[in-house]
């Protein structure tokens, strides 16, 4: 696999030519994909395509789309899964890549846990469950299919 400058740039241009297992689908601004790590359950990611490096990097509208295609990823996650609600985090820390995580919330998370960002969670919580097609494989679909029905309405 060619370098690429962040992990970003290689998932984009691995879902660009299907070979990103997690993706969910292309929006308008990007792609929806799967997290590597299930943790919670329907940790999703939206992957700004073409890649820039921040936020402010992309024009008005093309911003505001970013921001509806997130806001339509969480509108499917809650769809799908038995989730409360959905935490959203744009960061930017160590990937100079504009990228959203979405974290889907449930009631049975412990408070001291569930009020605060899902980094809380000790490590070998939070990665304790790796994206496996044979596990999570339906979840990805569900996911696509309601964010079809999402765009259609």
Known sequence: MADYPTLIHERVALARSGDNPCVIGRL??????LGDLQFPLGYSLLLADPVVDQLTDLAGPDRAQF???????????????????????????TEAALHAHLFPRYEWEEPEFSRGPVWRYPP?????????????????RDLGRAIAELTVG
Not at 28 to 33: D, E, L
Not at 67 to 93: C, H, K, S
Request: net charge negative; proline share 6%; glycine share 10%.
């Open 28 to 33: 308008p601004s990007g792609w929806a994909v």
């Open 67 to 93: 921001f509806a295609d997130m806001a339509l990823l969480g509108e499917a996650l809650l769809e799908v899964t038995d989730a409360a609600r959905v935490n959203y985090e744009i960061q930017g820390n």
């Open 124 to 140: 070998e919580v939070r990665t304790a469950e790796p994206f496996r097609e044979g596990v999570h494989g339906p979840l990805l």
